[in-house]
Nanobody
Framework: QLQASGGGLVQAGGSLRLACAAS????????MSWFRQAPGKEREFVSA????????YYADSLKGRFTISRDTAKSTVYLQMNSLKPEDTAVYYC????????????WGQGTRVTVSS
């Protein structure tokens, strides 16, 4: 089970930190990822972190503004979002899959981020 939190309303240029708490199983062989879906748009990949080892991945357009991290003791993945822009407005979802699988097996419920101009 994944529980996303931390969304809200922020002005352009501001920051938010999203959290995704994982429970119910061991995720040591999993990839933890963030996706987002803006109104009227397709869902897009934001960032990912390999639970074991911490290697990170980012959408090219978001590098430098977003940072993904994990707290293994809390089984929680974070997405620090800085210098937010109105175009970052979306529902953000965390998801996880085994590193050997292509499909994401578990999805969180989504947390809404609204960036005002």
């Amino acid at each position: 089970q994944l529980q996303a939190s931390g969304g809200g309303l922020v002005q352009a240029g501001g920051s938010l930190r999203l959290a995704c708490a994982a429970s119910g199983r061991s995720f040591s062989t999993y990839v933890m990822s963030w996706f987002r879906q803006a109104p009227g748009k397709e869902r897009e990949f934001v960032s990912a972190i390999i639970w074991d080892g911490g290697r990170t991945y980012y959408a090219d357009s978001l590098k430098g503004r977003f940072t993904i991290s994990r707290d293994t003791a809390k089984s929680t993945v974070y997405l620090q979002m800085n210098s937010l822009k109105p175009e970052d407005t979306a529902v953000y979802y965390c998801a996880t899959r085994d590193v050997m699988e292509a499909e994401y097996a578990y999805w969180g419920q989504g947390t809404r981020v609204t960036v005002s101009s």
